[in-house]
């Protein structure tokens, strides 16, 4: 077993050296450029990122029991994620005891069965007897051979699902967070994978919180986190998150970090629908909606206009069933992510973990994949959700030109035209150049065409008589997400989808009542897309 070991541990040293030789297809290292991450060319690379966790008491990346390491990078690049938030606690890297122990000690430790053990020697033959450490570089090799990106994630301290409000893992000088110790963690897996350019983020701290949160301590420890990062390796993003489960970074506005180096900074946020707690089950879709994004902007939202990239790391919704409230959440988010070309990355991965809460393989609602790791849990989610896989502006000078895309994101899709003077929904990226005026009227670039209604309940189309009524198109409510237009003195409509996809002006609905009243179908953002991506 021992020669096993050794000969396993060869050949991954083999494997992984030769990834860190191949060039990298994203030109690596990232900086940033303003508020955007760019590849080494200074071409804007946007973080399309999936969550995979890895800092359970077990400390084993999740879903190995079930698939082969390989299998599912390759899958994380088919769903065409560029990038995974990888997450780990800091004791892999402090506590030799803890991380030199092999996953098969660590399944046998936490009084698991052989049959996991079976199922994991199966999928995983080649990291069963590797250590905890070397387990870890296992995946993180297997996705940058698969050229997929690492945000390497400090979740935890003490191995265990995150996050209780005080759980001892919870802010700077909690029971299981020193600082110190945290640093020289951090410290060890910068300088671990120094070599490996796919590692091209470090998120220092996940979800701060709980009693003992304060502004003073965040800017003492943070900036000396990133400082030793840093120092140990230069090449890696910087990623700072927010108090209050990471939501909140305001303090920020007033007070910038104040770190020795420059363009490797990015901020993180979180945003689920959850922390509306039952508003969009209870509320008006769009006052709760205006209300999210008024604060996701006021909290951290304005570090863009700062000239940081914001990258909000955990999103997303329960995909066994998505609920109709969660719908609403998910189109308002969406409206958000394409307006300001977010970095992002969506929770989770995991169909379900090697072993959470006493159970083996339990189900984890939020999955991507389905339980047993082998398929995708809803592809039209997967579709939605394309549109901001893809970047849609940048910062390159030569390509600032930049129109406007008609984004609706119920169906995930953008307004292009059609022949004879039609309109109709199809993919984002073969969007028209439009244009919005300052009359308000949404022309197409280079042509004397914009979008009229021609009455209640009745197709929309584009013409070329654009001084009449009809034509011009304010956002409206709450949310901002309405496009209205006056179809005679006193009638108002709202653009609007019928159940063929095609584009119609119907009564605004939803604008103000308290009910379960969905808007989504009339929700349209006007949004910025530069030239060379769209
Ligand atoms: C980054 O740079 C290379 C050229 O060095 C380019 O071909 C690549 O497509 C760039 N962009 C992204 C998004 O990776
Ligand atoms: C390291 O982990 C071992 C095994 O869980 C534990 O007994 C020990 O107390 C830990 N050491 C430190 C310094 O935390
Ligand atoms: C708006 O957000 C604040 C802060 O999260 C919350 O207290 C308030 O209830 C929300 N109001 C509505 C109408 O959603
Ligand atoms: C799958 O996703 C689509 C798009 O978001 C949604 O309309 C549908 O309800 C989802 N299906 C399930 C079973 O949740
Ligand atoms: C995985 O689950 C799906 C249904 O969710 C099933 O069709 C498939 O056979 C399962 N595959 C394996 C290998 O268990
Ligand atoms: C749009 O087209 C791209 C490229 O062909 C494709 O990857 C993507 O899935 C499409 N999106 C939708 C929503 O159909
Ligand atoms: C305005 O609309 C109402 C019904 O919505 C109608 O009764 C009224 O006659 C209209 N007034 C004018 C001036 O068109
Ligand atoms: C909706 O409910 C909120 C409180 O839940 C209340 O403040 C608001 O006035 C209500 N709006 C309407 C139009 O009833
Ligand atoms: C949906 C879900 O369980 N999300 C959890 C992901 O992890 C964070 C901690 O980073 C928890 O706070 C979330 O509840």
């Given at each position: 077993m021992g020669r096993r070991l050794l000969l396993t541990n060869s050949f991954l040293f083999i494997i992984s050296l030769l990834s860190f030789l191949l060039p990298s297809l994203h030109a690596l290292p990232l900086s940033t450029n303003s508020r955007w991450i760019v590849n080494n060319t200074g071409q804007h690379v946007k973080l399309a990122c999936i969550n995979w966790s890895s800092h359970l008491e077990l400390m084993v990346a999740e879903g190995l029991t079930k698939q082969p390491v390989d299998v599912i990078s390759k899958k994380i690049k088919d769903m065409k994620f560029n990038c995974v938030r990888l997450t780990y606690p800091i004791y892999l890297a402090t506590n030799k005891t803890l991380a030199s122990q092999t996953v098969r000690q660590s399944f046998l430790n936490a009084g698991l069965s052989k049959f996991i053990l079976a199922d994991l020697q199966a999928n995983n033959p080649s990291i069963i007897d590797l250590s905890l450490n070397d387990a870890f570089q296992a995946v993180v090799a297997s996705l940058a051979k698969n050229n997929i990106m690492v945000i390497l994630d400090?979740?935890?301290?003490?191995?265990?699902?995150c996050c209780g409000y005080d759980d001892g893992n919870g802010f700077f000088g909690d029971q299981y967070f020193n600082p110190k110790l945290w640093i020289k963690g951090l410290t060890k897996m910068a300088a671990l994978f120094q070599e490996n350019p796919y590692v091209v983020g470090m998120s220092l701290r996940n979800e701060l919180r709980g009693p003992s949160q304060n502004t003073k301590d965040w800017y003492r420890y943070m900036q000396r986190g990133a400082e030793a990062v840093h120092k140990a390796n230069p090449n890696v993003l910087v990623i700072l998150s927010g108090l209050s489960y990471d939501t909140d970074l305001s303090f920020l506005r007033t007070k910038p970090v104040s770190l020795s180096f420059t363009g490797k900074l990015a901020f993180e946020v979180h945003q689920y629908s959850f922390s509306a707690g039952l508003d969009w089950k209870t509320k008006n879709a769009n006052q709760v909606c205006g209300n999210m994004t008024n604060n996701l902007m006021k909290n951290a939202g304005f570090l863009l206009d700062q000239g940081y990239p914001l990258f909000v790391g955990e999103w997303s919704v329960a995909l066994s069933s998505i609920s109709q409230s969660d719908t609403k959440y998910l189109n308002c988010l969406l409206a958000l992510a394409v307006e300001h070309d977010l970095d992002w990355a969506l929770w989770t991965l995991a169909g379900s973990y090697n072993f959470k809460d006493g159970i083996l393989g339990k189900n984890e609602r939020f999955g991507l994949l389905t339980q047993n790791w082998t398929d995708v849990r809803n592809k039209s989610f997967l579709q939605k959700i394309s549109v901001i896989q893809s970047p849609l502006q940048g910062p390159e000078t030569s390509y600032r030109q930049s129109h406007k895309i008609i984004y609706h994101p119920s169906t995930g899709l953008c307004i292009l035209k059609k022949p004879v003077m039609g309109i109709k929904l199809g993919n984002c990226s073969e969007s028209d150049h439009w244009t919005y005026t300052p009359q308000y009227t949404l022309d197409i670039e280079g042509s004397y065409l914009c979008l009229k209604a021609k009455g209640l309940n009745r197709r929309a189309k584009l013409t070329i008589?654009?001084?009449?009524?009809?034509?011009t198109w304010a956002p409206i409510s709450a949310s901002k997400l309405h496009l209205a237009t006056r179809l005679s003195k006193n009638t108002t409509a709202c653009l609007d989808v019928d159940s063929d996809y095609n584009l119609v002006t119907a009564t605004c609905k939803c604008l103000r009542s308290n009910d379960t009243c969905d808007p989504g179908s009339q929700w349209f953002k006007i949004a910025d897309a530069n030239d060379f991506y769209y």
């Open positions: 400090n979740h935890v301290s003490k191995p265990a699902w008589d654009c001084q009449r009524r009809g034509t």
